[in-house]
């Protein structure tokens, strides 16, 4: 099998439906050093009355804890959405260089309130559909 950034968003989109199903914003995330995926995420604010749950968030938490260190400098971060500016600074405290995702945010994406990313790489688009689908399906039944 070969280990593509679709393959990988498969994983965070994984995470999402988790989100999904305990009805919190269906937002999933990966992180992954040498082709393994050594943390997970998804969004659990509510559940844990955390406004600091966010699935980016604990990803590097569990990533950072795999690996014993602060610094995540030669990881990918996979995440089904735009993080927003709290998510991104984290990113940039973790040292991640490369941040895939699936779906852009509009309104709260941290892109919407930065002139610049300095030395971050991003890439968007990937399974775009599946991840915007998730999270307008979410919304529409909240409505």
Known sequence: MELTHEHFMKHALRQAENAYAEDEVPIGAVVVANSQIIGKGYNQVERLSDPTAHAEMLAITAASASLDSKFLNDCVLYVTVEPCVMCYGAIKNARI??????CMEPKHGFTNFMNSTGSLKL???????ECTLLMKTFFGNKR
Do not use: A, R, T, Y
């Not at 260089?97 to 699936?102: A, D, H, P, T």
């Not at 890439?123 to 559909?129: C, D, I, N, T």
């Open 123 to 129: 890439q968007q688009g990937v399974l775009e559909e």
């Open 97 to 102: 260089k490369n941040v895939i995702i699936g």
